[in-house]
């Protein structure tokens, strides 16, 4: 059995939990150490059961808390190279670094990863899918825009995670600066409702089972207008896609 869940997914902390038979991979950690054990214990979680952190890329709400729950309970880190040098002192005194290519798949005990290359203002960000060998769960968030390469990874997925950062209309129209709305909005921002629907008009969705909407804007967006916008793509109903809060994540998915 495959299944996933999220620890909380935004810009104050995210978390991806993967589970494929005794393997359990945590993909980023951006929260304090508490509060990483608190959220691991509300999906029935032990921290010492983590076979393994993925990190995407260098931003504190994704690295943050990566290099404490590492130390404390002698888990192994997975980063790109370019990811290790901007980390800097995120990532101090991690015993067991571990250097992934974008490129080439590799194995965390049960749970085989493949990672890839999204346009993002980080060093050398990089974003996943997870299978077990017939089942396949796709992450995807911190990209400003659409490339061929993430098109044909994202295809035939069982499971898939979507940032729906913002609405654009309530992005230009918010208090935020000019230069911030700029770098959002940007190829190396964050993905908007309607480029994450896009994506999904452009990508074989024939086996997807779960989608849940990811990393929304708390000033930007909502959970009504990201379910709207990937429902009309696939022409289900709204209530069908899942939103990954701040506060809360999301439950166990499983994948079957």
Known sequence: ???FASLGSGSEGNGLLLEVA??????????SLGDTVARLARLDVAAESIDAILITHEHDDH???????????????????GTLQAAGKSLANVDELRIFDCHQRFAVGDIEV???????????P???VFGDGARRVGLLTDAG??????????????????ECNHDLDMLWGSAYPQRLKERIAGKFGHLDNETAAQLLALI????????VAAHLSKQNNTPELARAA???????????????????????????
């Not at 005794?22 to 980023?28: K, N, P, S, W």
């Not at 493949?114 to 050398?124: L, W």
């Open 204 to 211: 074989d969705c024939s086996r997807l089972k779960h989608l």
């Open 22 to 31: 005794a393997t359990r991979i945590l993909a980023d950690c951006g929260f």
């Open 230 to 256: 990937l429902a009309r793509a696939l022409n289900c109903e709204p209530e069908w896609v899942g939103v990954a809060t701040q506060d809360e994540g999301f439950g166990w998915r499983e994948v079957g």
């Open 126 to 128: 990089a974003q996943f």
């Open 1 to 3: 059995m495959m299944r």
């Open 63 to 81: 690295v943050g808390g990566a290099a404490r729950l590492a130390r404390k309970f002698d888990i192994p880190v997975w980063v790109t190279h």
């Open 145 to 162: 825009s659409l490339t061929a390469h993430m098109q044909a990874v994202l295809g035939g997925l069982d499971a898939l995670v979507l």
């Open 114 to 124: 493949e990672p890839y290359t999204v346009p993002h203002d980080a060093r050398e």
